[in-house]
Nanobody
């Protein structure tokens, strides 16, 4: 059974920092592309950042320089370090594992940034 479990979301003031974690099980974590997505009310889900099996990363323009994605293959975990948070970062953040045509999602964790 595949599971992706996010944690770390909470209410934080603008300018603050959070680290999200996504622990996975049931997949060969090391060979999956891992991604963080977010969805704000009324908006479509959007890619925040992803990290390839080899470690290369991609970021949405809106978070470049503020967010950092990383992975620990020994712990089957992907992280999202979020610094200099803005009100517009408020959303539910989802973890995704992708390998060819197989995609798995977590249940999401709420990040709320107060202005």
């Amino acid at each position: 059974q595949v599971q992706l479990v996010e944690s770390g979301g909470r209410l934080v003031q603008a300018g603050g920092s959070l680290r999200l974690s996504c622990v996975t099980s049931g997949i060969n974590f090391a060979i999956n592309v891992m991604g963080w997505y977010r969805q704000a009310p009324g908006n479509q889900r959007e890619l925040v950042a992803n990290i390839m099996s080899g470690g290369s990363t991609n970021y949405a323009d809106s978070v470049k320089g503020r967010f950092t994605i990383s992975r620990d293959n020994a712990k089957n975990t992907v992280y999202l370090q979020m610094n200099s948070l803005k009100f517009e970062d408020t959303a539910v953040y989802y973890c995704r594992a992708l390998r060819f045509d197989r995609s798995y999602w977590g249940q999401g964790t709420q990040v709320t940034v107060s202005s």
